[in-house]
């Protein structure tokens, strides 16, 4: 049977707005079926819990190896081969990849989400989504500026087929360690929450089949948060755009269904409402992905279908969320005790971080160009 109708579909505007509306509604129920809430899916939370369960960090209430993202990388792969798409392929610039990859991470901790989380908590009514996408979109408008006058990491090549197989053998191994949960040894990994966040997550066949149909179906159509952001900012392109506002109508239609809708500021799940830190957070963040080339979803497809550049840059997202709980820069959310609501935020050391990642991301910006 001819795999091009599909193929043509998906393609098509419609292909992408039924894209939107999967995502959305596999969110939705995924934080029913056990996820935390506002948080059916969210790329960074899902890879900073799965540094926390290898033990690249000791903060007990986020470890847990996410098998969503796992079936992004391992449904992209299945899908590039079906469709004569898988390329291994390399460029330049590993170390400036790896590092964007750490900073992205900072500021999407600093928020508590990546862009995928940031529209799925608007979509469960948490305003402070509002700010983050706000700072999002700031961080994609300076990133273009770049991009206009010859930004670039270099072309990508041709490469041994093996390098492109290296992320989703990673993700393979993943998902034996998920599901065997080895001990090796007292004190050390595997980790697995016992409460928080965490803890919190669907049953494991169901998450996994979510992040393979998600992967299939991203990898068709190119979704990309950061992408439909900077087409519209650059040249007008509402193509991509379509998938993303179709990803929050859907959600939240759902939400409502579901009874997970609750229109509020303070005191949303895992999330804070300091508006300042939430906005550079997002800045950061936006800025990066930008410089990347994709938003950490859309970096995880890439490298299911041999990118070994966007492997490289989700690397470096999972050891920035090693190093933002190590180092205290990670947000902490909002604390309601008998009534009164304490607004969480970040430490002056996550202050630093996110100032510093921006002040990076800028001389990056500024120095990699073709055109002066």
Request: hydrophobic letters at 55%; aromatic letters at 10%.
């Amino acid at each position: 049977m001819s795999v091009k109708p599909v193929s043509n579909f998906l393609a098509s505007k419609w292909g992408l707005v039924s894209t939107g509306v999967v995502i959305g509604i596999i969110a939705a129920f995924l934080q029913k079926l056990g996820n935390p809430a506002n948080m059916g899916i969210c790329v960074a939370c899902f890879e900073r819990d799965i540094a926390g369960a290898l033990g690249l960090h000791r903060v007990a209430v986020v470890q847990y190896i996410r098998p969503e993202i796992i079936g992004f990388v391992l449904g992209s792969m299945i899908t590039a081969f079906i469709f004569r798409d898988f390329k291994a392929r390399h460029g330049s610039a590993p170390i400036v990849r790896f590092i964007l990859g750490a900073f992205a991470m900072i500021g999407a901790l600093a928020f508590l989400g990546c862009p995928w989380r940031a529209m799925l908590r608007l979509a469960g009514g948490d305003i402070n989504a509002v700010i983050g996408i706000i700072g999002l979109i700031i961080g994609i408008a300076v990133g273009d500026q770049f991009l206009k006058y010859g930004y670039n990491l270099g072309r990508s090549y041709k490469t041994y087929n093996v390098a492109g197989f290296v992320m989703p053998a990673i993700m393979a191994g993943f998902l034996l360690l998920l599901i065997f949960a080895p001990k090796f040894g007292e004190n050390a990994p595997i980790f697995f929450s016992e409460k928080g966040p965490g803890s919190m997550h669907a049953p494991l066949m169901i998450s996994l089949a979510a992040g393979l149909i998600i992967g299939f179906i991203a990898q068709r159509t190119r979704f990309c948060t950061m992408g439909s952001i900077r087409d519209v900012l650059l040249v007008g392109d509402l193509h991509l755009m379509r998938g993303v506002i179709a990803l929050i109508v859907s959600a939240f239609i759902t939400n409502l269904i579901l009874g997970q809708f609750h229109v509020g500021i303070a005191g949303q799940p895992i999330a804070h409402s300091n508006y300042l830190w939430n906005l550079l957070g997002m800045v950061l963040a936006g800025l990066a992905f930008v410089l990347a080339g994709g938003c950490p979803g859309r970096q995880l497809i890439l490298s299911g279908e041999g990118d070994c550049d966007a492997a490289v840059f989700v690397l470096g997202m999972i050891t920035g969320a090693a190093f933002s709980h190590n180092f205290g820069l990670a947000g902490s959310p909002d604390k309601i005790v008998d009534g009164a609501v304490t607004v969480g935020g970040i430490s002056q050391f996550g202050m630093v971080a996110v100032i510093t990642g921006i002040v990076v991301c800028l001389i990056i910006g500024f120095t990699m160009r073709e055109k002066i």
